[in-house]
């Protein structure tokens, strides 16, 4: 059973920056792994993935040059590097493996994710 647990989170004035952990027990870095968001009364939304493997990575158009995922195999951690964080930033983030490696076009698909962390959450004010 994988176990995900995202750390990092805090409050930011807008502009600032933040770093989340998500740290995997049984992890492996063949598989598919995500950050997804959710603000209350909105559906999750994908932010970004990061393939197993070679490591393609995937954003959603409302964090591109803001945000970088990246992944630390020997530490066991995929990381989402914000910068440049607005106030519509500001969500609870989750953490989220798949059980294969290809992320592919539907990487975003919640139904896609097995594995799921409790989440870290991450305010921005003005």
């Known amino acids: 059973q994988v176990q995900l647990v995202e750390s990092g989170g805090g409050s930011v004035q807008a502009g600032g920056s933040l770093r989340l952990s998500c740290a995997a027990s049984?992890?492996?870095?063949?598989?598919?792994m995500a950050w997804f968001r959710q603000v209350p009364g909105k559906e999750r939304e994908g932010v970004a993935a990061?393939?197993?493997?070679?490591?393609?990575?995937y954003y959603v158009d409302s964090v591109k040059g803001r945000f970088t995922i990246s992944r630390d195999n020997a530490k066991n951690t995929i990381y989402l590097q914000m910068n440049s964080l607005k106030l519509e930033d500001t969500a609870m983030y989750y953490c989220?493996?798949?059980?294969?490696?290809?992320?592919?076009?539907?990487?975003?698909?919640?139904?896609?994710?097995?594995?799921w962390g409790q989440g870290t959450e991450v305010t921005v004010s003005s």
């Open positions: 989220a493996a798949r059980s294969g490696g290809i992320c592919g076009d539907d990487w975003n698909v919640i139904d896609n994710y097995k594995y």
């Open positions: 049984e992890y492996r870095s063949t598989v598919c």
């Open positions: 990061i393939s197993g493997g070679v490591g393609f990575k």
